[in-house]
């Protein structure tokens, strides 16, 4: 009989799945089995996160909700009282909209040694930061409309705090405020919790890794509070993390040469643009590939100086037939940009397509046809949008793609039947019939000019070297983010950091995949 496997910690849930697994396991459990067994995993992670040398009880305040998620804080509250914690307790909001399990989690910890003060002295308490722990259990995924009055209030000084006295934020569930699925601040004016830790119940999310996200979920652990397996759906969403990668990236055989590895052909370059391919040739170089050209829309510079290897035409001389095209960096959108464009859809065998060529094909019929009838002649396609590029493809504005980044990256993926990198904060690379991947590597340091190109060419060469285009689109953006992750651990960034620095830190990167995984062999 098969051992039945648990979601993994990568796997994603939205709200709508998370409800329909909780009504399920609940229906066989008893009366609040998972409130309390959200309450024991928090009160353990507080615990693991409380440095071992305090000589003194640890204190933490306790910020309760109206709902179930203020059940799960009363629970957390009353095992770290119990524990010998320092525990004071403000229900924001009363406890009169308390379900019947979270009323009997109240009456647990009121009988508990934690102490219950009002709003005003909570407050006081984050003021004078004398609090080690904030356990912030105000509101979960079922959240609507911003958050108003004392809890808003409570959240803008919590936020406020810094330096080395502020203190450890635990989210129940998800930060108060923060939309499970897009990631983003509920309400225009809204507010929302900045926690440093999130244990999340049941399931991962979405929303603690793409958006704003990342920025107020901060390290997350996922607690399925013994949830038996068979209530889980198979997941639509992952986390990209390193274990996806074991046997993607062989060790090169010694009987190999350039024409093993592929040709890429970076086309782009209009007049006074010509930075934006070079920085795409050199990635797809650096990366691998076995020959890349620049072809260029506009003169060429006959030669890169720094990487004579790359090869300089203009883009009308290269027969796309014969490489992967990696299309649109500083390709402008005269007639000469959307001619070459027009030519690379219509025989490229694979095609990266970014910046001005998406925005030709957001204004082009024509060209829109020639994408979405690749795939069905069995080439492969990779658009790369940001988010502004991606409101023009879907006729929308930037705020509506931002507000559910999942959903715009599907929409991408069907409408133009191509493998879709949504950039920005948490990726996500969305293909039609496929799973949707959100990134987990990256960080600030990628939030200046030229590292979409970078990209590109990244995506390029493995293409080049025989991955499927969702493969080389999800190998991509994690490669992309771990360089830069890695430059800033090394003080380079976040802020200064260049695009040309970022490729040299990409081989790295690259080869230490590959190494680690002819080890692992």
């Known amino acids: 009989m098969p051992i039945e496997q648990l979601p993994h910690a990568s796997d994603l849930y939205r709200t709508a799945e998370i409800r329909e697994i909780e009504a399920t ?40 909700g109206p709902g179930n998620n203020g059940g799960d804080a009363l629970e957390t509250a009353c095992l770290l009282a119990l524990a010998d914690y320092d525990v004071s307790i403000v229900l924001c909001g009363g406890s009169r909209q308390f379900s019947a399990e979270a009323q009997l989690s109240l009456v647990r910890a009121q009988h508990s040694p934690a102490k219950f ?6 407050l006081a308490q984050l003021i004078t930061q004398s609090c080690s722990f904030v356990i912030d259990g105000l509101f979960g995924i079922g959240l609507s ?16 705090l810094t330096g080395a006295t502020r203190p450890i934020v635990v989210a129940l569930d998800i930060p108060s405020g923060l939309d499970a699925d897009s990631g983003q601040i509920i309400g225009d004016q ?22 704003a996200g990342r920025d107020y979920a901060g390290s997350v652990t996922v607690a399925n509070l013994q949830i038996s397996s068979g209530f889980f759906p198979v ?64 003169a060429s510079i006959g030669v890169d100086s720094l990487h004579p290897e790359l ?10 037939r014969q490489h992967v095209v990696v299309i649109g960096p500083g390709l402008g959108d005269g007639a000469e940009a959307e001619a070459a464009l027009s030519r690379a859809l219509t025989d490229a065998p694979s095609i990266v397509i970014d910046a001005d060529a998406l925005n030709l094909i957001a204004i082009r019929p024509v060209l829109q046809k020639l994408l979405t009838e690749r795939r069905q002649n069995g080439v492969a396609s990779i658009i790369t949008p940001h988010p502004l590029e991606a409101a023009r493809l879907l006729a929308l504005s930037t705020k509506q793609v931002q507000a559910d980044r999942w959903r715009s990256a599907e ?20 293909a039609p019939d496929a799973p949707i991947y959100i990134n987990s590597t990256g960080n600030p340091a990628l939030a200046t000019a030229g590292t979409g190109d970078v990209l590109a060419g990244i995506c390029g060469a493995l293409l080049a070297q025989g991955m499927t285009e969702n493969h080389a689109a999800t190998a991509a953006v994690w490669l992309h983010g771990l360089a830069a992750d890695n430059l800033v651990e090394q ?16 081989r790295r990167s690259l080869n230490q995949l590959i190494n680690a995984a002819a080890i692992g062999s």
């Open 235 to 298: 997941p639509h969403g992952h986390l990209i993390d390193r274990s996806m990668f074991a046997e993607m990236f062989p060790a090169r055989a010694h009987d190999s040469n350039k024409g093993s590895f592929g040709n890429v052909a970076v086309i782009g370059g209009a007049a006074g643009m010509t930075g934006a391919p070079l920085l795409s040739a050199r990635a797809a170089i650096h990366c691998g590939a076995g020959r890349v050209y620049l072809g260029f829309v506009g």
């Open 25 to 64: 396991a609940l229906a066989g459990l008893p009366p609040g089995s998972l409130m309390r067994a959200a309450g024991k995993a928090a009160a353990n992670l507080v615990k693991d996160l409380t440095p071992k040398t305090n000589t003194t009880k640890a204190s933490v305040l306790v910020l309760c």
């Open 190 to 211: 809204g507010v929302a919790v900045r926690a440093t830790h999130t244990i999340t119940f049941i399931a991962n999310k979405p929303g603690l890794h793409t958006g």
């Open 411 to 430: 929409r991408l993926a069907q409408i133009f039947n191509a493998t879709v990198i949504l950039k920005g904060s948490g990726s996500i690379v969305a």
């Open 491 to 506: 003080g380079v960034g976040p802020v200064g950091l260049t695009a040309s620095e970022l490729i040299p830190a990409v």
């Open 117 to 122: 003060i009002d709003i005003d002295q909570a």
């Open 311 to 320: 090869m300089c035409r203009q883009a009308t001389e290269l027969d796309v």
């Open 145 to 160: 409309r911003p958050i108003t009055g004392s809890a808003a209030s409570m959240i803008v000084q919590l936020n406020r």
